[in-house]
């Protein structure tokens, strides 16, 4: 049974050549992609990539909810069958805790992140969302349920797979030293980046919680970009890459659990190098990620597309939808780029006359393509669901909308 808080150690993997480099590349993409877009656009790819987090982070842990029932939910349109309207509130819980944690970091930017306290209030914020049957646990001993307490640390010995994490009565200690060695605002450069990997793993290592603390880990990861100030970071998803690859995802999560293997892996109770695979892995997952949504995002592709979505519409070839007018694909393309323009700017970007493009904005608007705070006042770019396969193909699984 592990009580030694040194027996977390190492507590990062030895940050050799090849790491720094991946660690400043990821760095590097993640500023430029931050520069891609207007801030008003950017907000609302963000917002969409809530629901893109909240569909693959429950996917890791076995739970499917169909990308539509996500945005129904969002919406506050809950399906009448009882298992697929939990799922919808399972994913609704994730997305106003992730947006409850950014505006919680963006108003206090000073907030200690790493600290058990916050730990627990992810934990607690999440799994008082959620319906009961979530927190809902069976005693392997007794074959009982009985129900988790949302925030509370475990107070019993667990097992997880192979893994036997740290004692529960010292879990206050673990977490202290956790939160000594992982703290962003010690740390500088690349080692920041590094250390986000490092503690994904170290906290599901020591198991804080008897339930969802993956759900947690991956929270806490995505804090941690922002504390970290990773440039982009919102505009790509660390849960789409690891849903992924699952498999290797809890391959390597396992791996660096190992404890130390000969005198060539480290000085610590646990293995260096396997934690260094896993920090290797991580960081290219969130490369990967970052490309993709590099691509995703290139203005050019990204005009190209919602034209494409124009043309379909226009010939009538979306099944379920009315003819739009052709002159919407320049509108659309204009708002995307430049965030807002006035209802002016409209009317002269799409070349018809008044009472035509009136028209043709209040349909935009009707279908959400584009949002305005009054009638009067500037339309802004917007994402309703049923284009998000369109402008941003495999986002989501293929096939999925």
Not at 104 to 125: N, R, V
């Amino acid at each position: 049974m592990i009580k030694n808080i040194s027996e977390m150690d190492p507590t990062f993997p030895n940050q050799d050549g090849k790491l720094m480099d991946l660690a400043m590349d990821v760095h590097r993409q993640a500023a430029a992609l931050g520069k891609v877009l207007h801030k008003i656009t950017r907000h609302q790819v963000t917002q969409l990539l809530r629901h893109i987090n909240s569909y693959y982070s429950n996917l890791i842990e076995g739970h499917h909810t169909h990308p539509s029932d996500i945005e129904r939910a969002v919406q506050k349109e809950y399906d009448t069958n009882s298992e697929k309207r939990h799922l919808q509130e399972l994913s609704i819980a994730h997305i106003e805790v992730q947006q409850k944690m950014e505006n919680l970091i963006a108003e206090h930017p000073d907030i200690q992140i790493c600290d058990s306290d916050f730990i627990t209030w992810i934990h607690k914020s999440f799994y008082e969302l959620v319906p009961e049957e979530f927190r809902r646990i069976r005693d392997p001993k007794t074959g009982k349920d009985f129900l988790m307490s949302p925030g509370e640390l475990r107070q019993r010995q667990v097992v997880v797979g192979r893994h036997v994490p740290v004692s529960s009565d010292t879990l206050p200690d673990f977490l202290k030293r956790f939160n000594n060695v992982y703290n962003p605002d010690k740390l500088h450069g690349t080692a920041k980046l590094i250390a986000i990997a490092a503690s994904h793993h170290r906290l599901a290592w020591i198991h804080p919680f008897l339930d969802g603390n993956g759900r947690v880990c991956r929270l806490f990861s995505h804090a941690y970009m922002m504390k970290a100030n990773i440039e982009s970071h919102g505009l790509w998803t660390i849960s789409r890459g690891l849903a992924r690859n699952r498999d290797e995802y809890m391959q390597y999560l396992a791996l660096a659990d190992a404890p130390r293997q000969g005198d060539y892996d480290g000085r610590g109770n646990l293995s260096e190098r396997n934690l260094g695979q896993f920090c290797t892995f991580y960081l290219n997952i969130c490369l990967d990620q970052i490309e993709f949504m590099g691509e995703l995002l290139d203005l050019d592709k990204l005009q190209d597309r919602i034209k494409g979505y124009v043309d379909l519409r226009s010939n009538k070839i979306i099944s379920g939808d009315n003819e739009l007018r052709p002159e919407a694909k320049y509108i659309l393309v204009e708002v995307m780029l430049r965030g807002e323009i006035s209802r002016g700017d409209a009317k002269r970007i799409s070349g018809l006359n008044e009472r035509t493009a009136r028209s043709l904005v209040s349909q935009l608007e009707k279908e959400k393509l584009i949002t305005s705070e009054s009638h009067r006042g500037p339309i802004r770019f917007n994402i309703p669901p049923k284009v998000v396969g369109y402008y941003f193909p495999n986002l989501y699984p293929e096939g999925m909308i």
